[in-house]
């Protein structure tokens, strides 16, 4: 059985295109740490910006916890 996957979404506040990726627990951990919001580029204009992690991964709140601490 697989691990299960959240999806970050957003868009660009300069653009409006859309952003979307697919991470495990692990690789959210990994990629973004710990933080209340997510650093996220732009892959077409390549703006760089700051979202908030619970508007960007809404089952962050409900399932991921990272936050505190959870493996």
Known sequence: MGHKRYHIKSACPQCGCS????LSKE???ERYGDTPNIELECGECMLKF???RKSAC???DDEC???EGEA
């Open 19 to 22: 952003f979307a990726q697919v």
């Open 58 to 60: 809404p089952e962050w």
């Open 65 to 67: 916890r990272l936050k």
């Open 27 to 29: 690789e959210i951990k």
């Open 50 to 52: 700051e979202t908030d």
